[in-house]
């Protein structure tokens, strides 16, 4: 369901350490997944994706890594900075995106300098 | 490159008017998506637009919204007789033509509608 009226979960780290935002995802035949960063007052950006055939997927700094038995995505930052603070949102769909994207409730990450 | 542009950025009107926000995907971008957000929110999906064809709607209100992607212009959601409960921020965001795989959105800077 939809949660209304709820603060965002927080998880705060020191800089320098690792960060672990998770995300479960209802949707069993959801295909392609996304990771979005939005800043305060600003529009969401694109971090990192993959597809269902993948488990895990590598950028710079980030990780993302996906379970479908249990439906669950993870997004690994590694030596976390003051500006990766911001509101991160995992997102899915079908059919290797040919839909709209359905996005999940979203983390705030705040880093302690 | 510009990127996806929206106008205005922030937008006050009174109950009972009519507001409209426009969205100019980015430049070779055929496919407009138009999201709406609430405070300490998630993003949710409205209206899945090509030029001048509404390709999925199921987020749309029944009532007072519409979206058009003219062939000529901006995408432009239209928000009728505006209620309080209207008051959110308006994203838009593009992508290219979705033939070639992953559908990466690319999110403009948002509209801001304020309802008094």
């Known amino acids: 369901g939809e949660s209304v009226g709820l603060h965002l979960p927080t998880l705060s780290v020191q800089e320098g350490d690792n960060s672990i935002i998770n995300c479960a995802y209802s949707n069993s035949a959801s295909d392609y997944f996304i990771w979005y960063k939005q800043e305060s007052g600003k529009g969401p950006q694109f971090i990192i994706d993959i597809r269902s055939n993948m488990d895990k997927r590598q950028g710079q700094r980030v990780t993302v890594l996906l379970n479908k038995t249990v439906k669950h995505l993870s997004l690994q930052i590694a030596a976390t900075q003051p500006g990766d603070s911001a509101v991160y949102f995992c997102?899915?769909?079908?059919?290797?995106?040919?839909?709209?994207?359905?996005f999940g409730s979203g983390t705030r990450l705040q880093v302690q300098p | 490159n510009a990127g996806v542009m929206q106008n205005p950025r922030h937008l006050v009107r009174r109950r009972g008017q009519e507001a409209r926000l426009r969205c100019s995907p980015m430049?070779?971008?055929?496919?407009v998506y138009w999201y709406r957000q609430l405070p300490e929110e998630g993003l949710k999906f409205m209206v899945y637009?090509?030029?001048?064809?509404?390709?999925?709607e199921s987020g749309m209100p029944k009532e007072r919204f519409s979206a058009e992607f003219p062939k000529e212009g901006p995408s432009i959601l239209r928000i009728q007789q505006v209620v309080r409960g209207d008051s959110a921020a308006y994203f838009c965001a593009s992508s290219p033509s979705v033939s070639s795989g992953a559908n990466v959105l690319t999110f403009g800077a948002g509209s801001r509608l304020t309802v008094l």
């Open positions: 430049k070779g971008h055929s496919h």
């Open positions: 637009l090509q030029k001048e064809n509404i390709i999925d």
């Open positions: 997102a899915e769909s079908m059919d290797t995106g040919r839909r709209a994207l359905t």
